[in-house]
């Protein structure tokens, strides 16, 4: 099974340059998450998405947008790239919240701004 | 809100030797408590849960029981091995999810 794909694996932007970051599941699941995960700073949400065509903000939505317009596409959006979005990004996703939530993450992004 | 604090790492045992990693949490409400294990070069993964108060969740080796009266969900291994050098992380759910901030494990030969 290939479980939470994310790609790229490795990008360099420029500052004030656009990308999107895609993430897709072959899970049916319902629930689909973006993190950012800085050195010593654990993960934190960006955005998430409870089905599709519905997406809330996170704890750090700024800079960037997102759209759930299929359950099995989640895509994370940077309009103007800046260095503190220098990060490694997850996507992950859940078939529930609560006492039964588990988490299946994709290998990662890892992004640099210069 | 809810947070979770975690012992800072790094920590740098030797194959064999006894692992705890402290987790202590703040949450209104009785939220269910994870382990989550970022080997390198990977996403994270499932390692462990509990959803009440007293459950012990386990896997691969690792316990960890939710003691809801000191708030904390410290993870434990009694015989580590060098496989087991990652990153862990703690977290908590109350319909949605809050990690600590990892500690990483490193276990050598």
């Known amino acids: 099974n290939a479980g939470v794909t994310q790609t790229p694996k490795f990008r360099i932007l420029k500052i004030g340059q656009s990308m999107t970051l895609q993430c897709t599941q072959d899970?049916?699941?319902?629930?689909m998450y973006w993190y950012r995960q800085d050195p010593g700073m654990g993960l934190k949400l960006i955005y998430y998405?409870?089905?599709?065509?519905?997406?809330d903000k996170g704890e750090v939505p700024n800079g960037y947008n997102v759209s759930r317009s299929t359950t099995e596409d989640f895509p994370l959006r940077l309009e103007l790239a800046a260095p503190s979005q220098t990060s490694v990004y997850f996507c992950a996703s859940s078939y529930a919240t609560g006492p039964d939530e588990k988490l299946f993450f994709g290998s990662g992004t890892q992004l640099s701004v210069l | 809100g809810n947070s979770v604090t975690q012992m800072e790492g790094p920590v740098t045992l030797s194959e064999e030797a006894f692992l705890t990693i402290n987790c202590t949490y703040t949450?209104?409400?009785?939220?269910?408590l994870f382990w989550y294990v970022q080997y390198p070069g990977e996403g994270l993964q499932l390692l462990l849960k509990a959803t009440k108060a007293d459950d012990k969740g386990s896997n691969k080796g690792f316990e960890a029981t939710y003691r809801k009266e000191t708030t904390s969900f410290h993870l434990e291994k009694g015989s580590v091995q060098v496989s087991d050098s990652a990153v862990y992380f703690c977290?908590?759910?109350?319909?949605?999810?809050?990690f600590g901030a990892g500690t990483t494990v490193t276990v050598r030969a």
């Open positions: 998405s409870v089905g599709a065509g519905i997406t």
């Open positions: 899970m049916n699941h319902n629930y």
């Open positions: 949450a209104t409400g009785y939220p269910s």
């Open positions: 977290a908590l759910s109350d319909y949605k999810l809050s």
